[in-house]
């Protein structure tokens, strides 16, 4: 069975930066999508971006590219989700996904599993 585990959430100021890790444990990882989401209080999840395995091709939402980036340490099962240029609107519990046998990002799919998530709030 999959786990994830999220860390590096924190208070932040408006136009700081911060660092999310996503830990996977149970299996090692190939032709599969690790993604990050976000929920902001009141509001339906968000997909955030996410990253192929294999090859390492991103796709991000429109209201995060150019400031978020997605990356990957495949010897450590870990995807790591840096945040630049942060606004008080990206504060949300951000969670980490994994879709198994996905080859391209994709936002829409139901993702196989789910991490407990990391509060990343953002003062102005």
């Known amino acids: 069975q999959v786990q994830l585990v999220e860390s590096g959430g924190g208070l932040v100021q408006a136009g700081g930066s911060l660092r999310l890790s996503c830990l996977a444990s149970?299996?090692?990882?190939?032709?599969?999508?690790m993604a990050w989401f976000r929920q902001a209080p009141g509001k339906e999840r968000e997909f955030v971006g996410g990253i192929t395995w294999r090859a390492g091709s991103t796709y991000y939402s429109d209201s995060v590219k150019g400031r978020f980036t997605i990356s990957r340490d495949n010897a450590k099962n870990t995807a790591y989700l840096q945040m630049n240029s942060l606004k008080p609107e990206d504060t949300a519990v951000y969670f980490c996904a994994v879709k198994l046998a996905q080859a391209i990002v994709l936002p829409t799919v139901r993702y196989d599993y789910w991490g407990q998530g990391t509060q990343v709030t953002v003062s102005s």
């Open positions: 149970g299996r090692t990882f190939s032709r599969d999508v």
